[in-house]
């Protein structure tokens, strides 16, 4: 019988590579806090309806990629392919927004079923952040704040900001009209995907990455022409803000974003890389979404960001998971003593792998080399009949020695701390 293999898209997190996402996850709740936002945790399976009128029917997400099927009452449910539509739908049942303004975060899973590729799988983890209440372009700048100093703080390098206006729907829809009939003087022309959202979803083209499509877009209508007074004056107030904080951007009149309920903001962070596997965090004003799930007019923005990228991209130098301290025993009365030592550190924070089963001193020793510990705590024969303890630096030329039992967590604290000093070259 063959082996079961994980589905496509669908990857499995090791143990290796787990402790570079627990660091990163301890950062990323620790900047939310700072910014006094506060964690909410969503459904993973939501209606079908929610993503379709929140994100758009005409969109490449809801048209393509969900995973969506009948449950066994027949209705329609859906795997969430991003989580701002499940924030705002939460906040509206359980009265979060009823006059009150709210920040809130969120961390987890998502699904889309896109062709897999590195750094972008079908079930993808993101994190993100939702300011819902506030009108003015501080809260914007705030946000853009926020995301900047997580990448200080993953040790990431800046990637560039690129920044735009989409201005409100009637604005919008006037560009669009202007664009379409632009567009479909080079429909055959254009590529397929361009051809399909020309009637679809237009404002999609200006994100084309194909060649002859971007050369088409250069003589293209502008967004910004068709722009209303308010949110002309919204964005200037923006980019004055950046200014003052000293927060560098580009402003990319092609930038837009795939799903139908933003407005006036859009942002992404790109770092290097080709297409849209180059944006590591993207988001934007969404004013109109509160109304169109059933709740009054409120203005809201966030972002999201793909975990499994930031993974890959950050150089957090990681908490080691490995153990500390090994502990070798030899004998019945040695492994008794052994594991009251070694519940002793850990009630020091210290981290312990206590030998288990059978085995020489030379055997143990090596299981303790490989596992990277710091420091070898020996109990033989000898220091079993004499209640002691011989501690062993693996990593450093300090010789062993051997202490009473009662000393040994002082001594063995005693010692990793030295051996971190050397390490670090700190003599």
């Keep these: 019988m063959s082996p079961i293999q994980s589905i496509k898209g669908m990857n499995d997190i090791l143990p290796d590579t787990v402790t570079a996402w627990q660091r990163m996850e301890d950062i990323l709740k620790q900047v939310f806090s ?95 952040v939702e300011a819902v209440g506030w009108a003015g372009p501080d809260i914007d700048a705030e946000t853009i704040a926020l995301s900047r100093r997580l990448w200080r703080e993953l040790n990431i390098p800046t990637p560039r900001l690129e920044i735009n206006s989409l201005g409100e729907t009637d604005s919008r829809c006037r560009y669009r009209a202007k664009l379409v009939e632009y567009l479909e003087k080079y429909r055959e022309e254009l590529d397929p995907d361009s051809q399909r959202r020309l009637t679809e979803n237009p404002l999609r083209i200006l994100d ?78 969404y004013d109109g979404l509160v109304e169109v799930l059933g709740g009054q007019s409120t203005p809201a923005i966030g972002f999201a960001m793909g975990l499994e990228r930031l993974v890959e991209a950050a150089r957090v130098q990681s908490a080691k998971s490995g153990p500390e301290v090994f502990v070798i025993v030899v004998g019945g009365r040695a492994k008794r003593q052994g594991m009251e030592q070694a519940e002793r550190l850990r009630d020091r924070g210290c981290r312990v792998q206590l030998h288990c089963g ?70």
Excluded at 208 to 213: A, Y
Excluded at 246 to 271: A, H, K, M, Q
Aim: proline share 3%; charged share 30%.
């Design 34 to 128: 700072a910014y006094a936002y506060h964690e909410i945790r969503l459904p993973i399976m939501e209606k079908t309806d929610l993503f379709a009128r929140s994100i758009g029917e005409d969109t490449d997400i809801v048209g393509k990629e969900m995973y969506t099927f009948e449950d066994r009452n027949g209705e329609s449910v859906t795997l969430r392919p991003e989580a701002t539509a499940s924030c705002i739908r939460a906040g509206l049942e359980h009265g979060l927004f009823h006059n009150r303004q709210r920040r809130l975060w969120y961390m987890g899973p998502m699904f889309r079923h896109e062709r897999p590729q590195r750094g972008r799988y079908r079930q993808f983890h993101q994190a993100g």
């Design 208 to 285: 084309s990455k194909h060649t002859h499509t971007r050369q088409i877009l250069r003589d293209a209508p502008k967004l910004s022409t068709y722009l209303d007074h308010a949110s002309s004056e919204h964005f200037e107030g923006l980019l004055g803000l950046l200014d003052e904080m000293g927060i560098e951007y580009t402003v990319n009149p092609r930038l837009v974003r795939g799903l139908d309920y933003y407005s006036r903001t859009v942002f992404e962070w790109v770092g290097e890389g080709r297409g849209a596997q180059a944006t590591v965090c993207a988001g934007g004003r």
């Design 358 to 427: 059978d085995g020489t001193m030379k055997s143990q020793m090596r299981k303790a080399d490989r596992s990277g510990a710091r420091v070898a705590v020996i109990i033989g024969e000898d220091e079993s009949a004499g209640r002691l303890v011989t501690i062993k630096s693996l990593r450093t030329d300090i010789e062993q020695y051997t202490v009473r039992e009662d000393r040994a967590p002082e001594a063995i604290a005693e010692l990793l701390a030295k051996t971190s000093d050397r390490e670090d070259g700190i003599h």
